[in-house]
Structure formats: C-alpha cells, structure tokens
C-alpha cells in the first residue's frame, strides 16, 4: 500500500528584493505567477489523491509548477502550507530519506566515480543491507533494464538511454513506495525517447509501484499516466483520466495544451432551439450531441456568446459549412495537414492524404464537424460549459 | 606547375624547421635557467670544504656520500629532527586546509542561508589582509596562553585558507550538479556522508593539486615557525637552514651546508615530480566542463 495525499499545497518562494526585477527566482520562470507580498507563488490550492500503484502524470508548460509539486512530495523543497501524506502519515516535516520514495532525475545524477553497480547499490549500502542482499537485488534490478553487462562501467562510459536506465535502476532497487520521475526522458533523442517510454510502461507492470511521473510532452502524458494532471501558472486546470481530458477538456487551457496539432478555436454563438442546444459559427449551426445536451442542462446553461473548439481530425471537408481557402498544405505521410485561413484566423484541419499531388492550396473549401466533437467555452471564465 | 609546387613546398619545409630550432633553442634556455641552480647544488654538495675554499669549478667533487654522512648527523643541526617536523607540520595543514576548505565551498555552494553571501563576502575580505598583519596578534596570544613550542599550533590556523577555499568553490559550481546532491539524499545518505563519499571523490583532481601547493608552502613556511618555535627538537627545516646563515663560514663545512639545503628541497622536488601530472590536471579541469 502507498498512497499519496495532497492538500491543499502551496508553494512560495521568497524574493530577495534585489531579484524583484529579475526573470528568474531559484530557477523557476515567473512569467505569469503571482506575486505577493511573500513571493512568488508557485503552487497553489494543489490538492491530489493519489491511489495505490497509480501511474499519475503532471503535465503543464514550463514554469508551471509541475517539478516544484514533485520536489515537495519528494521532500526536497519545503512546503509552504498544505498537508502531505504518504500511506497515511503526515509527511511535511520527514527528511526525504525517510520517507521511503526514489526519484528519477532528468540529467540522471549519477555519482560519476562510482560503477553502475555502486550506484545502484549505493542506497542499500546506506540502509546497512547485507552483502548478498544488495548483491540480489541489484542483479534483480538490472535484470528488469537490460543493464547487467554494463554493471562494472562508470556513468561515462556509458550512452544516454544506458544512463537513464541505469537512474531508473538505482531508483526501484530498494522498493520505494512511490517513484518520482522528473522529466527523465527529456535528455534523450526523440527515437530513444519513444523507446524508453514504451520501456516505463514495461517497468511499471513488472515493478508495481506507485508513479509520479513530471512532463512538458503531452504525448508521454497521454500514453504514460492512469491519470493526467494539467497545470498552469502554478494551479491544477484538470485531473482526468488521459482520455477524459482529451474528449472533456476543462477549460481552453487544457484544449489547446492536449492534442497534435492544436485545437481549433472559432468565435460561435450557443443557442437554445426547441429545447436542444446548437452552436452556430460562421454561417454553418451544428446541434450538439445528446451526452453534451444532457450536461449543458444539467449545469442551465444559457444561450451565449462561447468559444467553440474542434480537434482538427474531427474537422471535415463538407458541402457546405464554414468557409475558408487553403494556404498551406503539409503531407505527413498517412495523413495531409491543410492550414486553412477562415474569417482571418489559422485553422488545421487534418485529412487522409489521397496519394495524388493534392493541390490544395489556394483551393475555397467548406468545414464541417459533429455535434460530439464540438467544445463550447464560457467567453468569460474560458471553462468548458460542460463542466 | 609542379615544380614550382614542390619548391614552394621546400621553402615552406626550411620555414618550419628554423621556426622549430628557434623554439628549441628558446625552450632549451629556459630550462637552463631553471636547471642551473639545481645543478650548481648537487655539484656543491659533492665537494668537500677545502675543495669549496679553492677555485670553482664545474667538477664532480666526489665528497656527495661523505658530505650526507656529515649532515644527517650533526649534532647541532639536527636535520633528521627537522625533516620529521617539518614534514608533520606540512602534511597535516595539507590535509585540513584542503578538508576544511573543500567542505566550506560545498557548505557555501550547496546551502541556501541567511547572510550566504555576507559570509562569501568576509572570507573572500579575508584573503586581502596579510598574514604577517594578523601574525602579531596570534603571536601574542600563543605567549601568553603559553602555546609556542606546539606543533599544532602551525597545522591548525591553515583549517580557515580563503584561497583554498575559493578555488574549490569555483571547482565545484563546475563540476558538482545538485541534483546529485539531491539524489543522494533521496538515497538517504546523511549531509556529512554525502560530503565525504560523493562529492570529496568529485573533488579529488582539485583536492590533489591544493593538497600539494600547500604541502609546499607549509614545507617552505619560514615566518611563523621561526616566531613560535624556540626550542631545537622542535624546530622545522627551514628554521635551520636560515640558523646556517649566522654560523662561523671560515669554520663551518660549506659542504654540509650545501648538503643541508639539498635535503631540505628534496621533498618539495619529489612532490613536484611524482604529482606534476595532477597539478596540470587539477588547474585545468576546473575550467572546462566536460
């Protein structure tokens, strides 16, 4: 068992007066945080129940608030206010050894004078395992990464995806009740990185823990995490499963944040027809589908002037619809990305890719898309009117 | 065509070669320069007293064996007694000013505190006021606190070196990522433990090449030795080479005397041959990441 329970965290960094003008403050952007009078707030009102050997994944743009949450559970950062507890006991004031959890870092924090083996063996050593025990569970361990023709090298000689895997080693080697990993594969090519993130997923079905994994890369969020968190400026935009938040994004945020190529968003009005809700952009009106009907009425919503966002693979070459010219035209390979200008603003839109030249550009089209892949948001909070 | 190519390409030949005997030549001085002295010693030391009393001369004066003998024994300068002192002394302040030192510079980079940088501010003050300003005062205290005569009482003050210290400071924001620190920790190792088994191995070209500058300097150390220790078996090396400046010259055996000074930079010499590599690595290695 090895819950872990947020309340409520805060985080503030004092600021040195001297700093005030600076952009940085230990580290950290303080592009859009706030500041009071004790400093810069850079987490605030997270709250997160985290369930036994669940893979829990925060995502959120740089500056975010996501590595500073982590670090707190980890113990490396103090926490401001709010409650932490790990399976039960309160964990605010426990030194990070002591509260029995391994961290993954992002430039892997190897001890370059020791072998692969001394790194892993290193945490044993320290909680005075006997010789065969750390010798048992570092072979165990190495077994699980693939590493145990490297265990006599020293972190030099070995290449990235090795050095990753040897951090990752050193982390599940004594059993930790939670796993952090902060941003682990961000230091990896891209080809490496799809790999070592096919390989978490394999880990995490062989280890059993609990996951606490800290991305910018939505994909690695979308395919890793049980549960996705996305933050912003320091405060959690949505807490869902990955599907979830790409169907039912939160808020506008999270709807541009999630999903390759971005978002589509069109100014539209929300109207009341009969009893049914229809959005009407551009000259085209879409009825809503009946599971986003039953939500818009359970929270009385009225007719309004909304943002509407469509996924660019939900949008469709229609008839009629709204109108728009095509100016860029991009083969991805299995598919075509069509940049589109419509009443002034860029919109993607993707479509299957005939295998002819696909002379688009320049070319008037007509945009259509279903009622259950339309997003309506308040124009005023910028939060899904679903929610 | 080619024949203008191949005589270009001749001329281009000479142009290194002279250039190279040129930078021979000036190197080969150079290294004269340094060498003489040594060489002058070594052929003094092997000559006997009436040999020094007669005309120079860049002979091997075959007294080397007979001049050792003399001067490991005498029984005024106590060479061997020296030696032992001189090396207690410099190798203990060796170790603690690297130790202290390199455990200051992690302290002051690894920490966040209150008045951090105050406390950088004053040790780095420090470094400007010079020693023999400060030597009054402590020679005064070890009087009156009745410590001279105490060997320790040289090891100790070398603990607060703001040299040392700056250099390892500097090594250190080059070398040392925190968040080895910060996984070391999560391992569970204790602060102190952390100091000792992963960063002090970090550390180690840059602990070696301050291990042996101050070895050197403490070896050298004639100012406050000569101020505090009085008594004979406690006296260091370079005490008795200066006490050889007021014996009697027209008694005295040059030969010993010359016998003295060569055991007295033997060990700074060993050092510097043995290490040199490491000196050039320690003073190179913080500068460049990698």
């Given at each position: 068992m090895s819950e872990v329970k947020l309340v409520n965290i805060k985080k503030v960094y004092p600021v040195i007066e001297r700093n005030k003008?600076?952009?940085?403050v230990n580290g950290h952007r303080t592009g859009n945080l706030q500041i009071t009078d004790q400093g810069v707030v850079a987490v605030q009102e997270f709250s997160l129940d985290i369930a036994d050997k669940e893979f829990i994944v925060l995502v959120g743009p740089s500056g975010c608030g996501k590595s500073t949450t982590l670090r707190m559970v980890a113990g490396l950062e103090e926490i401001t206010s709010g409650e932490l507890y790990i399976d039960g006991e309160y964990m605010n004031d426990v030194a990070p050894k002591d509260r029995d959890i391994a961290m993954v870092f992002q430039n892997y924090?190897?001890?370059?004078?020791?072998?692969v083996y001394q790194n892993m063996a290193y945490s044993l050593k320290i909680q005075k395992a006997s010789r065969e025990e750390i010798d048992r569970k570092v072979r165990e361990a190495a077994e699980i990464l693939d590493i145990t023709d490297y265990l006599d090298r020293k972190p030099k000689e070995l290449s990235g995806g090795q050095r990753q895997r040897v951090a990752i080693g050193r982390a599940i080697v004594r059993h930790p009740k939670a796993l952090l990993m902060d941003e682990p594969l961000s230091n990896l090519d891209a080809k490496l990185r799809n790999q070592m993130r096919a390989e978490i997923i394999k880990l995490r079905e062989r280890i059993n823990t609990t996951f606490i994994y800290v991305t910018h890369d939505q994909t690695e969020a979308m395919t890793l995490g049980d549960r996705i968190v996305v933050m912003k400026d320091g405060y959690i935009q949505q807490i869902a499963t990955p599907q979830e938040v790409f169907d039912h994004p939160s808020n506008l945020f999270v709807a541009g944040f999630i999903g390759t190529p971005q978002m589509n968003f069109f100014d539209a009005e929300l109207k009341l027809r009969d009893g049914d809700y229809w959005v009407d952009v551009e000259g085209a009106s879409v009825r809503l589908a009946d599971e986003k009907q039953e939500r818009l009425k359970a929270n009385h919503v009225e007719e309004q002037a909304v943002t509407l966002g469509v996924r660019p693979e939900h949008l469709l070459l229609a008839d009629k619809g709204i109108a728009g010219r095509v100016t860029v035209s991009e083969l991805m390979g299995s598919s075509r990305h069509l940049h589109l200008t419509v009443d002034g603003k860029d919109v993607i839109i993707i479509v299957p890719s005939?295998?002819?030249?696909?002379?688009?550009?320049g070319s008037d089209v007509a945009l259509g898309f279903d009622g259950s892949n339309a997003h309506v948001f308040s124009k005023a909070t910028e939060k899904n009117l679903e929610y | 065509m080619t024949i203008a190519n191949s005589s270009r390409s001749r001329k281009a030949k000479v142009q290194l070669f002279i250039l190279r005997v040129l930078a021979y030549l000036f190197i080969g001085i150079l290294v004269a320069m340094c060498l003489f002295f040594f060489i002058m010693l070594l052929l003094m030391s092997s000559k006997s007293n009436s040999q020094l009393q007669g005309a120079f001369s860049?002979?091997?004066?075959?007294?080397f064996l007979e001049n050792l003998h003399n001067a490991w024994n005498d029984a005024s300068t106590n060479i061997p007694r020296g030696m032992v002192n001189s090396f207690i002394v410099a190798m203990s302040s060796a170790l603690i000013t690297t130790y202290f030192s390199a455990l200051t510079a992690y302290g002051i980079h690894v920490y966040e505190f209150r008045f951090k940088r105050a406390i950088f501010t004053f040790i780095m003050a420090i470094m400007m006021i010079p020693s023999q300003v400060s030597a009054v005062g402590f020679i005064q205290l070890a009087y009156k606190f009745g410590l001279?005569?105490?060997?320790w009482l040289l090891i100790l003050?070398?603990?607060?070196a703001p040299v040392v210290f700056f250099y390892m400071k500097q090594y250190l924001e080059s070398v040392l990522p925190l968040e080895m620190v910060e996984a070391a920790r999560i391992d569970g190792s204790s602060e102190f433990r952390i100091f000792n088994e992963v960063v002090l191995p970090i550390m180690k070209p840059a602990v070696a090449v301050q291990m042996i500058f101050s070895f050197v300097s403490s070896w050298n150390n004639y100012f406050m030795p000569s101020l505090l220790l009085t008594k004979p078996e406690k006296r260091t090396v370079p005490i008795m080479i200066a006490m050889l400046r007021s014996a009697d010259y027209s008694k005295f055996d040059m030969g010993k005397v010359f016998m003295f000074i060569l055991l007295a930079i033997l060990p700074v010499m060993l050092v510097y041959a043995v290490l040199s590599k490491s000196i050039i690595k320690g003073v190179t290695s913080g500068s460049v990441k990698g």
């Open positions: 003008n600076k952009k940085n924090a190897l001890y370059p004078h020791m072998t005939t295998g002819g030249t696909g002379n688009y550009i | 860049l002979k091997w004066g075959g007294h001279t005569n105490k060997l003050p070398g603990m607060a």
